[in-house]
Nanobody, 111 residues
């Protein structure tokens, strides 16, 4: 089955860090634009970070300087390093590659 499987979410205090991982199964990520999106309670899904046709990532203004997206060709995976987390970063985080979406991983930032 073609799928993306995420991991790495959890509960963290403000100012803390988390690293989300997303591994592709039965297809190669290298051929796709990739990205991370999130959906906060009661809000629409929004872009967090993407890597499209150029190697330079694009970040949402709210996460610039705190989050880093990366791609690991050898492991057919993508990552989102999240530092200096804030309560407003709380939500379900989804990885994306072309038409494929992961199932989502919950991130809660709270003291």
């Amino acid at each position: 089955q073609l799928q993306l499987v995420e991991s790495g979410g959890g509960l963290v205090q403000p100012g803390g860090s988390l690293r989300l991982s997303c591994k592709a199964s039965r297809f190669t990520l290298a051929f796709y634009a990739i990205g991370w999106f999130r959906q906060a309670p009661g809000k629409e899904r929004e872009m967090v970070a993407v890597i499209t046709t150029t190697p330079t990532p694009i970040y949402a203004d709210a996460v610039k300087g705190r989050f880093t997206i990366s791609r690991d060709y050898a492991n057919n995976s993508i990552y989102l390093q999240m530092d200096n987390l804030r309560p407003e970063d709380t939500g379900v985080y989804y990885c994306n590659a072309g038409i494929f979406w992961g199932q989502g991983t919950q991130v809660i930032v709270s003291s």
